[in-house]
């Protein structure tokens, strides 16, 4: 789904470094599927900033024959949902647009505050946590899950 979705360019983006350096939690890898067909699909990468665990999702992506039809978004709030529910992390931290995001609940970070190990665009950085202060005070350098 994702070399549909973005193609060979996916490789040289920040995000994908991270995805290098951090195992995809698989029981946090959901596909959305319509009749029987795969229309989207979604990660979420185990990491920490500033030794608070979260996740970072993505990539989300969506077949181009089912795009604006919700499933990125059904796809983005459930697996939120779910990586929460768990109760070991407390945010999940995207790279994305503004426009996309935030009406489902996530919220830009201070500018500069999480360090990536490549360039990213600080005002795409997006975080969604039940405390909405995370967005503000979440800093620090991306890293390994912290080990309770």
Not at 48 to 70: D, E, Q, V, Y
Not at 100 to 108: A, F, I, N, R, S
Not at 126 to 131: A, K
Request: glycine letters at 12%; a neutral charge.
């Amino acid at each position: 789904m994702q070399a549909i979705a973005f193609g060979p360019g996916r490789f040289a983006k920040t995000a994908y470094r991270i995805r290098e350096r951090f195992n995809i939690d698989e029981s946090l890898s959901l596909i959305a599927e319509v009749e029987g067909q795969s229309c989207g699909s979604v990660w979420m990468t185990p990491i920490s900033i500033g030794g608070i665990n979260g996740w970072m999702l993505g990539p989300l992506a969506t077949h181009p024959n089912f795009r604006k039809l919700g499933a990125g978004k059904l796809l983005a709030r459930e697996v939120t949902k779910r990586a929460l529910a768990r109760g070991d992390g407390e945010f999940v931290m995207l790279v994305g647009d503004r426009d996309y995001y935030c009406p489902l609940g996530w919220e830009p970070t201070t500018l500069g505050n999480i360090a990536f190990p490549g360039p990213v665009d600080p005002t795409r950085v997006l975080v969604y946590g039940e405390d909405k202060s995370l967005a503000e005070t979440l800093t620090g350098a991306i890293a390994a899950w912290v080990q309770g």
